[in-house]
């Protein structure tokens, strides 16, 4: 895939210059003619690299530098100031405010073209070396209210805990609605609410640690609580990022109970996961629900990350064939769950997961087997 360049400056002649010089070499150009503009355009796109002007009316280059520079979302963007400022202090400047490179304006185009592909070549090798250290973010998303996410994403992390390499913690971002908590016998816990109030800058793993809550069983959960009042709170979507990456530090790997549906926190989050579990009930209202869900996050850009699970609440034999749910959703079917109403009510009332309190009935083994390959994951990860 083509990188995506992101070109800042108020002149437009130069945007049109540089951007054309860029298209020809290959790359995907995004431009913006202010500070504002090139804030929102680098949080909407998430480029690949920006080339910024300094100079400009509303807001300067080096404001817009410092405000991505200080941004969860774009911190990581590398990002070449062009301008015609050409004193070693401002040269300073811009360097001590994050700027990877910075070149004077005029410059002939094969010295831009050739500094453009040597910063795209080590940030995408920073960005390798740091995918292979961090943990993986597990996210499992409903395309439907009570499929069976909270219950399926408990499930996977119990597996694991036998599991010499792997040490899964838990996380539920429904605040308000936090079966999580519940299912594991901790309904007013309040610990992910507690951290979302943090700005992103105070959350780290001690502070997360402090909020973990811990299960009989070692399994760790940073949970929301059931009580309705705090699914009124907002939070910085920033704080919500920088949970997500120290929980994957902390647990190996971090499993998301991300919910139903796809609101904006959800849509943004969902970026933020390795491999996204998306369940789906085998009856045609479901699984049109998960058609639309998958189309949505397929066109971020997220469709190779997506596992499909088909999960059995009912016994009944009317529900939709396999084959013609791989049709509707168009998408393989990683696993099926069986049904286990029993079992699912008998772990609820022992606030005991499933896997644990009954490892050989046939649902357990089924998750287990699900678990199996996200371990092999994370074997190929640590090598
Ligand atoms: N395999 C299963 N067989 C039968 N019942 C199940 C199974 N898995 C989960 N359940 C039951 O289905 C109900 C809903 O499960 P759960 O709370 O996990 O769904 P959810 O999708 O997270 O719901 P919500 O949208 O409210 O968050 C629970 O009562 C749970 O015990
Ligand atoms: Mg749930």
Redesign the pocket.
């Known amino acids: 895939m083509a990188e995506k360049i992101l070109i800042v400056d108020d002149d437009v002649d130069s945007l049109k210059l540089i951007g054309l010089m860029l298209q020809r070499h290959g790359y995907t150009v995004v431009a913006a003619n202010s500070g504002k503009q090139a804030l929102a355009k680098a949080d909407a796109e998430r480029p690949d690299l920006i080339i910024l002007d300094w100079m400009m009316p509303d807001l300067s280059g080096i404001d817009v530098l410092k405000q991505l520079k200080g941004s969860a979302n774009t911190k990581d963007i590398p990002t070449i100031m062009f301008t015609a400022k050409t004193l070693i202090d401002d040269k300073v400047v811009a360097f001590e405010g994050g700027a990877d490179d910075y070149l004077t304006k005029p410059t002939h185009p094969a010295e831009l073209a050739s500094r453009v592909r040597a910063i795209l070549a080590r940030s995408e090798a920073q960005q390798r070396t740091k995918k292979a250290n961090r943990g993986l973010a597990i996210g499992v998303l ?1 395309s439907k ?8 994403t408990i499930n996977l992390a119990a597996a694991l805990l036998n599991d010499e390499q792997s040490q899964p913690v838990l996380a539920d971002f ?1 605040q308000g ?1 936090g ?1 999580m908590g519940l ?1 594991l016998g901790f309904g007013r816990s309040q610990g992910m609410h507690k951290v979302l109030q943090m700005p992103a800058s105070e959350i780290n793993a001690d502070m997360v640690e402090g909020h973990l809550i811990q299960h009989q069983t070692g399994l760790r959960a940073l949970v929301s609580s059931a009580r309705p009042l705090e699914a009124q709170q907002n939070f910085e979507i920033d704080s919500a990022i920088a949970t997500i990456s120290v929980l994957r530090e902390l647990g190996r790997p971090a499993f998301f ?1 991300l ?2 549906g796809y609101d904006q926190v959800t849509a943004r989050l969902q970026k933020e996961m390795d491999k996204l579990i998306v ?1 789906v009930e085998p009856n045609s209202a479901t699984l049109t629900m998960a058609r639309e869900l998958i189309h949505e996050i397929s066109s971020v850009g997220g469709a190779g990350r997506i596992n499909l699970v088909v ?3 009912s016994q009944s034999s009317l529900q939709t064939p396999w084959q013609q749910v791989e049709d509707v959703v168009g998408l393989d079917i990683k696993a099926i ?5 029993e ?3 008998q ?2 009332e022992n606030s005991m997961p499933m896997t644990l309190l009954q490892p050989t009935a046939v ?1 357990s083994s089924q998750i287990v087997k699900l678990a199996e390959e996200v371990k092999t994951r994370i074997k190929s990860l640590t090598g």
């Not at 209210?145 to 399926?152: A, C, E, Q």
């Open positions: 409903g209210g009570g499929v069976g996410t909270t219950t399926l429904r609605v079966t299912l109970d919910g139903y369940i999960m059995n609440r769950i069986a049904a286990a109403p079992l699912a009510f772990a609820t649902v």
